[in-house]
């Protein structure tokens, strides 16, 4: 993994933890796997379970016995990821022998063949997926079958193994990942809230808005956008369990993925090459920059909104990082005239989405220096930059023109992880620095996530980027224009 930006920074100005893995061999290192069967296993899961152990002591990583795995009052020790086989009564469930939501990775593994057809559609996969997780109270589910075993995650991701037994390679190069990377929601106490200081009604928001409203009615017929599952419809096992899962959630009504946004303009400058005080150290090209850090600002789409279908007064809302001696702090404002209780929580995808802003200011500042002429710092300067972020796969013929291409081999995780937002960060300077080989223009990037999905960030308006990947659809409304 590029080391073009120190941990530390990424700690300073993002909240990245330090001790984050982002190789799949520190990944490997810090797993702490145990095995929690119910009661009763049958014999394919039984083999399953043991074999998925070998591979895991072929990767150095060595299963918890139920002692090492349990602290003196019984739950579970901190950082444990408990492998679920089976079918548990609910007094015997994982979940109710953790400390807090988010101490711990639950894995259930199933007899069965994944509750998913080749025919089903992307929401209709991603709803029957998270219904799963609700009903037996875990992070990530696994189905094995006579001849493949299946993961899938609370993003809709679906990975099938055409192996009875898990193989090595599998298990380090995708189960190790998601097991290690945990989807948590932004804390209360990690930013700002400052409720009612989004001004909808100034001219500079109208025209954010506008481009938001083109690229939500363009993206509205798109299978791959997924809009929103309700927590209100999933089949809990009892009150008990649906008011869990609503904390886990932090008392959002459903969950809605992928977003729309816009970074505003930003005060870029030039990045120097003899060090200064408070300026970001950046190494790309075996060269090393130091980078003055200028606060950011995004418009984003609000969390549980449907993208496809906007009301730009209430599901839009402000994120962004300000610096205080070298420190970023995140904020959040929400529109003016809605209550407390009606504004929308962080985003699960705040952390990445201020990396890609943070991750624009500091390619765009490199830029200055190595080719004062860039169109890109410019544009930034000025208009700031979209960002769409949805889970499938663009053609590589729908790329936009001066967009590089990173990410294709990151480990695969989740977009709401703290590795995500690295690999955003990082993904920029490696696209720079292939624009900056191939003696190139660079107006953006193409950030793939591995069994995940896409974001695509750079010059283009939200509009101009959505009909490119949606050329097959294209409202009436915006076509006369």
């Not at 009504?253 to 970074?263: I, K, N």
């Not at 209430?314 to 209550?339: F, H, N």
Request: hydrophobic residues 40%; glycine residues 6%.
């Amino acid at each position: 993994m590029s080391n073009c930006i120190s941990s530390g920074s990424l700690h300073d100005l993002l909240g990245i933890p330090l001790d984050t893995p982002l190789s799949i061999d520190e990944m490997c290192a810090r797993m702490k796997p145990v095995i929690y069967p119910a009661p009763q296993l049958s014999l394919r899961l039984e083999q399953f379970c043991h074999a998925l152990v070998s591979a895991m002591q072929s990767l150095g990583i060595t299963a918890l016995s139920k002692e090492e795995a349990s602290e003196s009052d019984g739950r579970f020790v901190p950082g444990t990821v408990i492998l679920a086989p089976g079918y548990f009564p609910d007094n015997l469930l994982a979940i109710n022998r953790v400390t807090t939501l988010y101490n711990n990775i639950i894995v259930g593994i199933y007899d069965e063949p994944p509750p998913l057809s080749s025919e089903s559609l992307p929401q209709e996969r991603l709803d029957a997926i998270v219904g799963r997780l609700a009903r037996d109270m875990v992070h990530i589910l696994i189905f094995v079958t006579d001849h493949s075993w299946t993961i899938c995650t609370m993003n809709g991701g679906v990975v099938t193994f055409k192996t009875p037994y898990p193989a090595v390679e599998d298990v380090r190069g995708t189960l190790v990942p998601k097991l290690t990377a945990q989807v948590v929601p932004p804390r209360a106490e990690d930013l700002d809230m400052e409720y009612g200081t989004l001004m909808t009604g100034t001219p500079e928001f109208e025209a954010v808005a506008a481009d938001f409203m083109q690229c939500s009615a363009l993206w509205s017929n798109n299978a791959s956008l997924l809009t929103h599952t309700s927590t209100a419809g999933l089949d809990y096992r009892n009150a008990f369990y649906k008011k869990i899962v609503a904390r886990y959630l932090d008392h959002r009504s459903g969950m809605s993925y992928g977003f729309f946004a816009r970074q505003l303009p930003v005060a870029v400058r030039a990045a120097l090459v003899d060090q200064e005080n408070e300026l970001l150290p950046v190494r790309i090209k075996e060269r090393l920059f130091f980078v003055p850090v200028p606060e950011i600002s995004v418009i984003t789409t609000r969390s549980g909104c449907r993208k496809n279908n906007l009301d730009p007064k209430k599901d839009l809302v402000e994120i962004g990082l300000r610096l205080c001696q070298g420190k970023g702090r995140a904020y959040m404002k929400t529109p003016a005239g809605l209550s407390r209780e009606s504004v929308a929580k962080p985003s699960f995808d705040t952390l990445t989405i201020l990396a890609h802003a943070l991750g624009n200011a500091l390619t765009a500042s490199i830029l200055m220096t190595l080719r004062p002429e860039a169109r890109f710092p410019y544009h930034l300067a000025h208009s700031g930059a979209s960002i769409t972020h949805w889970h499938d796969y663009p053609d590589i013929e729908q790329l936009p023109k001066g967009y590089h291409l990173h990410g294709e081999d990151n480990p695969p995780v989740a977009c709401s992880t703290p590795q995500s937002a690295a690999y955003s960060l990082f993904g920029k300077i490696t696209a720079l620095e292939r624009a900056l080989d191939e003696e190139v223009e660079y107006c953006g990037d193409v950030h793939i996530e591995p069994n995940h999905g896409t974001n695509i960030v750079g010059i283009l308006s939200l509009e101009e980027t959505a009909k490119l990947l949606n050329p097959l659809f294209i409202p009436e409304f915006i076509a006369e224009e």
